[in-house]
Structures are given as structure tokens and as C-alpha cells.
Nanobody, 126 residues
Framework: QVQLAESGGGLVQAGDSLRLSCAPS????????MGWFRQAPVKEREFVAA?????????YADSVKGRFTISRDNVATNTVYLQMNSLKPEDTAVYHC??????????????????WGRGTQVAVSS
């Protein structure tokens, strides 16, 4: 069982930056592919970014490519991060951290992720 806790959300202006963090419980962090998803009001949950177990491969939604960076620290902090730059009003959503135990390439759909955090709100004003 993995419990995930996100932090770092807030209210910012367009063009600003935020860094989200997700710190899973337990000592098995390195066994999981980690992903970030977001859900805006009346919209479905959508993929944002994912990172491989060893942190060498990362994947992004087209809408955030070049602005967001996912990273992880498997040694010191056991934390996955989402650095969000050049934020836009359309980035406003609840951002969820997720963990997947599947093999292969990090999934970009929610289904393969078995563990989810409650989310952190990001609001970007124009």
C-alpha cells in the first residue's frame, strides 16, 4: 500500500511558476512509475507528466511540453516533483500524484495507476 501526499499548489498569476511535490509513504518509492494528472471542474482527469522508476525517462502531455518538468529523488527525499513554469489560466485544476507498478513505459492514462493522492489545487489568474 502506498499513500501519496501532494503539496505546493496555490493561486498565481499567468506567467508565474509553481513546484508541486509528492512524497509517498513507505520505503518502496523506487519501485513505482510516478505520474501527475490534473482535473479541472466538469472535465475528465487528464495526463500531465510521468517519469520512469529510475528517473531517466519522462513523458509529457503536449499542452505542457516545454513548460513543465517532472523529476524524482529516489535517494534523499523519496519525492516526485512537478516544476511548472509559464503557467496559463488553462492550467487551473486539481493536480494529483499517482503511482503505478506496471512494467515498461510509463502509462499516460489513469487506469494503470493504482495509487492516488488527494490532490493539490492550482489556480492561475489572467
Amino acid at each position: 500500500q502506498v499513500q501519496l501526499a501532494e503539496s505546493g499548489g496555490g493561486l498565481v498569476q499567468a506567467g508565474d511558476s509553481l513546484r508541486l511535490s509528492c512524497a509517498p509513504s513507505g520505503r518502496t518509492f523506487g519501485r513505482y512509475i510516478m505520474g501527475w494528472f490534473r482535473q479541472a471542474p466538469v472535465k475528465e482527469r487528464e495526463f500531465v507528466a510521468a517519469i520512469s522508476r529510475d528517473g531517466t525517462s519522462s513523458y509529457y502531455a503536449d499542452s505542457v511540453k516545454g513548460r513543465f518538468t517532472i523529476s524524482r529523488d529516489n535517494v534523499a527525499t523519496n519525492t516526485v516533483y512537478l516544476q511548472m513554469n509559464s503557467l496559463k489560466p488553462e492550467d487551473t485544476a486539481v493536480y494529483h500524484c499517482a503511482a503505478s507498478g506496471v512494467g515498461g513505459t510509463p502509462p499516460t492514462s489513469p487506469g494503470p495507476y493504482g495509487f492516488w493522492g488527494r490532490g493539490t489545487q492550482v489556480a492561475v489568474s489572467s
